[in-house]
């Protein structure tokens, strides 16, 4: 099968990590592309084609300010791959529950009381 155009929807527009970078850089407010390209140290080239891209799947949106070009993530469009991560935030956190539980269980089972010792601990008085 085919892969998909990176540019045809918003998950496999994300499949690129520098796309990540770019929409956690651009998470908390809107900025130019001077500033992504600055801080995340790519070519301003580049920036402006993986920006492209995120637009074209509207993860990320533009507001003209006098010459200025202003970024801003889109949180509308990025709810579904939000949603689609949780499912797996969910499935890992429940195997963490069970293997704490587990976890608890053995060491429950080889110290049933505190206050008593195994009878094959060498350090026990009883024989």
């Known amino acids: 099968m085919a892969r998909a155009a990176t540019t045809s929807d918003a998950f496999n527009?994300?499949?690129?990590?520098?796309?990540?970078?770019?929409?956690?850089?651009?998470?908390?407010r809107e900025r130019p592309v001077g500033d992504i390209v600055a801080t995340l140290g790519l070519g301003q080239p580049s920036?402006?084609?993986h920006?492209?891209?995120l637009r074209n799947v509207d993860l990320v949106r533009v507001?003209?300010?006098?010459?200025?070009?202003?970024?801003?993530?889109?949180?509308?469009a990025i709810r579904p791959l939000h949603e689609w991560a949780g499912t797996f935030e969910r499935?890992?956190?429940?195997q963490l529950i069970r293997i704490k539980e587990r976890a608890?269980?053995?060491?429950?089972k080889v110290r049933?009381?505190?206050?008593?010792?195994?009878?094959d601990d060498p350090d026990s008085t009883e024989h």
């Open 13 to 28: 527009a994300v499949a690129e990590p520098r796309r990540r970078e770019i929409l956690i850089f651009l998470a908390l």
């Open 51 to 53: 920006l492209r891209v």
């Open 47 to 49: 920036v402006s084609k």
């Open 112 to 119: 049933p009381d505190s206050n008593t010792r195994r009878s």
């Open 104 to 108: 608890e269980a053995k060491v429950n």
């Open 91 to 94: 499935y890992w956190r429940h």
């Open 63 to 76: 507001r003209r300010e006098g010459r200025r070009k202003l970024y801003r993530t889109n949180a509308e």
